[in-house]
T-cell receptor, first 115, second 119 residues
Framework: AQSVAQPEDQVNVAEGNPLTVKCTYS??????LFWYVQYPNRGLQFLLK??????LVKGSYGFEAEFNKSQTSFHLKKPSALVSDSALYFC?????????????FGQGTELSVKP | GAVVSQHPSWVICKSGTSVKIECRSL??????MFWYRQFPKQSLMLMAT?????????EQGVEKDKFLINHASLTLSTLTVTSAHPEDSSFYIC???????????????FGEGSWLTVV
């Protein structure tokens, strides 16, 4: 069965410090990996994705993520956190076997950036 | 990026009535759309996969007669909550995949969500 794990319910970071939001996955076959951000009472905004190619993926708002096949991880990172980055972050995975692109989501990590 | 529009953003209805939520892909065609339900500060729970021109595929435990899905065109899917009860109150989010846009690759875009409150 396919699954995604985000081991931290909450991550607290001081503004200006680097941040990491962790994600590990379990799939059969090659994964397509995604990060989305959700602000309160809003839908999900796409941040970045890994499909193939370079393991380091750069996305929106200065975020990046590194695909690590041996560790089955896709951690989200940002060199310098902003207060406005505070939100709920979701990691998601699919494979070519998922009907029409069905995504499997992690449970979400709430990022809190304090000034 | 591609835009997916949901309407209404907020809706309050009386118990026993039905309410319809629309999901539109504004600048791309989506043969497949997905409907999710989300409780506060929790992950998204996939309810069903909506396929243009055919029946929706429901996830285990989701009542297809209660959550009616219609995907009548390549840009519109609707979710109708029939005979709504207070326990149906939730945040409903749709998503759509642009299969024709080469630049979007395999990205799935989400609507802004619809808050349903059943009183």
């Amino acid at each position: 069965a396919q699954s995604v794990a985000q081991p931290e319910d909450q991550v607290n970071v001081a503004e200006g410090n680097p941040l990491t939001v962790k994600c590990t996955y379990s799939v059969s076959g090659n994964p397509y990996l995604f990060w989305y951000v959700q602000y309160p009472n809003r839908g999900l905004q796409f941040l970045l994705k890994y499909i193939t190619g370079d393991n380091l993926v750069k996305g929106s708002y200065g975020f990046e993520a590194e695909f690590n096949k041996s560790q089955t991880s896709f951690h989200l990172k940002k060199p310098s956190a902003l207060v406005s980055d505070s939100a709920l972050y979701f990691c998601a995975v699919r494979t070519i076997y998922n009907q029409g692109g069905k995504l499997i989501f992690g449970q979400g990590t709430e990022l809190s950036v304090k000034p | 990026g591609a835009v997916v529009s949901q309407h209404p953003s907020w809706v309050i209805c009386k118990s026993g009535t039905s309410v319809k939520i629309e999901c539109r892909s504004l600048d791309f065609q989506a043969t497949t759309m997905f409907w999710y339900r989300q409780f506060p500060k929790q992950s998204l729970m996939l309810m069903a996969t909506s396929n243009e021109g055919s029946k929706a595929t429901y996830e285990q435990g989701v009542e297809k007669d209660k959550f009616l899905i219609n995907h009548a065109s390549l840009t519109l899917s609707t979710l109708t909550v029939t005979s709504a009860h207070p326990e149906d109150s939730s945040f409903y989010i749709c998503s759509a995949r642009d299969r024709t846009g080469a630049s979007s690759g395999n990205t799935i875009y989400f609507g802004e969500g619809s808050w349903l409150t059943v009183v």
